[in-house]
């Protein structure tokens, strides 16, 4: 009985402690999904005839083209090759899609995509 008890105990612990580290983007050392926001942008940026994105999220800092770091819950720095490698992420770390939009000009194309933190 107490040896049930014990197990039971540890696998609860197992789940909780794995959920409690499921969320969590770290945009320039700042953990997003802890600040009382319910909205992000995430905003990528693609040269012409290029491959290559450059990612960044919007929070309601001043925004700015700079790179960014950001970080997942392994704490390692992430380094996306498409939009919806990033998009993915975020999804997997609490954001839903809202929306998007692209902008594009000569100098090529910047795609919105509105998310939402999931409740």
Same mark, same amino acid.
């Given at each position: 009985m107490i040896m049930k008890k014990f197990f039971i105990t540890l696998i609860c612990l197992?789940?909780?402690g794995g959920f409690s580290a499921f969320s969590q983007v770290t945009v320039d050392n700042v953990d997003i999904n802890k600040l009382d926001?319910?909205?992000?942008?995430?905003? @990528?940026?693609?040269?012409?005839? +290029?491959? =290559?994105?450059?990612? &960044?999220i919007d929070f309601g800092q001043d925004f700015s083209w700079k790179v960014q770091t950001i970080k997942g819950t392994d704490g390692?720095?992430?380094?996306?090759?498409?939009?919806?490698?990033?998009?993915?992420f975020m999804y997997l770390n609490g954001?839903?899609? @809202?929306?998007?939009?692209?902008? +594009?000009? =000569?100098?090529?194309? &910047?795609?919105?995509?509105?998310?939402?933190?999931?409740?």
């Open positions: 197992f789940f909780l926001i319910k909205f992000c942008e995430l905003v @990528a940026k693609s040269a012409l005839f +290029s491959m =290559k994105v450059v990612v &960044v390692k720095d992430m380094k996306f090759n498409s939009v919806i490698a990033a998009l993915n954001w839903d899609y @809202a929306n998007n939009f692209v902008v +594009s000009d =000569k100098d090529g194309s &910047v795609y919105h995509y509105l998310l939402k933190k999931k409740d």
